[in-house]
């Protein structure tokens, strides 16, 4: 599925890596979940430098928050491989980036972007993975974030394909077990 060296390019580009690895801090494969607790999720903010050295700690309503955002952001992604998506992800996420306070924003310079306000903590880290989200999807490259099919698996991985055609994060591992299982079924059901 997603080993330590990983057969196909799954990176994101630029910013989006981080909304790919947020989703990937749970590892069904492998049963790893980086932010399986407050604590966890300080560190893992703190290897990003979403948060400062002296943040203090992440309550359990922003570490629940996270994964709320995390599994919500899974499902849109699975929704990119045409799977129906669950109707309660964009509610968790609008209100997310509500309280996130993600809005657009102008700079000097005149250009625009989505990001949160301004502050930090954990509740600013979650609206700035949000505003990567939606920046990506105005700019039409979240339809490439994709999240495997198979069930024991989830990985979140970016669709290089020309024609975004890509299903499984490996089709030598997650695909070919999908055909076998399809091809076992429908023997099965043969009559001989």
């Not at 801090?25 to 979940?33: I, K, N, S, Y």
Request: aromatic share 6%; charged share 25%; glycine share 8%.
């Amino acid at each position: 599925m997603h080993s330590a060296a990983p057969r196909k390019r799954q990176e994101a580009p630029g910013a989006l890596e981080l909304v790919r690895d947020f989703v990937n801090t749970r590892d069904l494969e492998h049963q790893v979940d980086a932010l399986s607790d407050p604590a966890g999720m300080h560190e893992w903010l703190r290897e990003r430098d979403l948060i400062g050295i002296g943040a203090p700690p992440v309550t359990e309503a922003e570490w629940r928050q996270a994964i709320e955002a995390r599994e919500a952001l899974r499902a849109l992604a699975l929704g990119n491989t045409g799977r129906p998506v669950d109707p309660g992800a964009p509610v968790v996420l609008n209100r997310l980036s509500g309280d996130a306070d993600v809005r657009l924003r102008y700079r000097q310079d005149g250009t625009m972007l989505l990001e949160p306000a301004s502050g930090g903590g954990p509740r600013r880290a979650l609206g700035h993975i949000l505003a990567i989200a939606g920046t990506a999807a105005l700019a039409g490259t979240w339809l490439r974030l994709k999240v495997c099919p198979a069930e024991d698996c989830l990985w979140c991985f970016y669709d290089h394909s020309r024609n975004r055609s890509g299903t499984w994060c490996q089709m030598a591992e997650c695909g070919n077990r999908a055909k076998a299982r399809t091809y076992r079924d429908r023997h099965r059901l043969t009559p001989e």
